[in-house]
């Protein structure tokens, strides 16, 4: 049981609307926000920032404080450029809910004025000291000029036995030009679509990969394809996967990098055991262990009640070519 004892303070108090304090999509670091700018005087011009600022706010609890505040309807703004070219942002809190057409109606008769903080450098241009001498304009090819008298970057050649002193050597035929040859990279095979869907549904998989790099989805279709090249179902890649995730509670940080270990290497399929062999765990109905898991790409594991010995259901077989 709970008691509360409240005296009403004889000075320098707002009055906050009990739906205001007790609002249920409004963190507590949105509700400090907007009672500390609503508890501000008439005249005061503090912005959002220096108030998240003076109340220990952090940057991303305030901009998810704001975000709050602006989807709700107790915080608007509008950029607009204010005297000498200045851009200006207005801000507009209200201890009500209100919506874009009675805020811009707000907002359009206050006076728009320019912000009080002295101009950054980046606005007001530094004096300049002009430089001694008249300008020189640049040559118009851009390159420094070259002495053409001399060059040093070949050593002389030596005499050969029939030159003479001061002649240079007899030219040599230049060589034949041989054909480029044209470079053949050798490129890896495009990964088959069931690979690359199989990919893209292991988000779902497991929480661990959500996060796989966009740019490793063709390499990690590429390992897929030779599971499925050596007779591995998506199932058993699945159980693979997920037996190979850690299951301590330790966060994979590179859930690629993990999958590409996880199927480097694809060992052969091991041959699947005759329906009437198959082991069901104890206590399971007659029911369930009349049904198959699926080996068609699905996004989680599917049952099938099978009618001979097909291995997907009836929804692969039908989307199948």
Known sequence: MIYRHFIAPPRAFTQFSHDLIRH?????????????????????????????????????????????????????????????????????????????????KLLAQLPVQPPSAAVSPQVTPSPRIPAVGTPTLPTTDGHPRK???????????????????????????EPKQQPARQANPTTEPEPPQAARDFVAALPHLSPDLRRIPRGMHDELARLVARWFAADHTPATIRLHILRGLPDDGTPVHRPGGLL???????????????????????????????????????????????????????RCLNSSP
């Open 24 to 104: 249920p999509r409004l963190s507590s670091d949105a509700v400090r926000l907007l009672t500390w700018q609503l508890s501000l005087p008439d005249g005061a011009r503090e912005p959002l920032s220096r108030t998240a600022e003076r109340a220990h706010i952090g940057a991303c609890a305030f901009t998810r404080a704001k975000r709050q505040l602006k989807a709700e309807g107790f915080v608007h703004e509008r950029r607009l450029q204010g005297p000498g070219g200045l851009w200006v942002t207005q801000q507009l809190v209200s201890s009500v809910p209100l919506n874009a057409a009675e805020a811009a």
């Open 147 to 173: 002495d053409l008298g001399e060059n040093t970057s070949h050593h002389p050649a030596e005499q050969g036995p029939g030159q003479r002193q001061g002649q240079g050597p007899e030219p040599s035929p």
């Open 260 to 314: 590409r270990h996880l199927l480097r290497d694809a060992p052969p399929a091991p041959e699947p055991a005759p329906a009437a062999q198959q082991h069901f765990p104890v206590g399971m109905s007659n029911r369930l262990a009349a049904l198959r898991e699926c080996e068609g790409t699905h996004v989680q594991a599917t049952l099938f009640k099978p009618t001979g010995n097909e291995t997907h259901c009836r």
